[in-house]
């Protein structure tokens, strides 16, 4: 999956974790580069790639 933060600006990585009111997930980035907070109000696209 990836997350797309602005037009042409994309994180790819893998959901970690989902909160149960589905308003948070959490992101393992690819790469090593940690993981990150998504709130649905931050208003980012979280979108599947294709295997």
């Given at each position: 999956?990836?997350?797309?933060?602005?037009?042409?600006?994309?994180?790819p990585?893998?959901?970690?974790?989902?909160?149960?009111?589905?308003s948070?997930?959490?992101?393992?980035?690819?790469?090593?580069?940690?993981?990150?907070?998504?709130?649905?109000?931050?208003?980012?696209?979280?979108?599947?790639?294709?295997?």
């Amino acid at each position: 999956m990836s997350v797309k933060l602005a037009p042409g600006f994309e994180n790819p990585g893998q959901v970690d974790a989902v909160s149960s009111d589905h308003s948070v997930v959490w992101v393992n980035l690819d790469g090593g580069r940690g993981r990150t907070l998504v709130h649905c109000g931050d208003g980012v696209e979280i979108v599947r790639q294709e295997s």
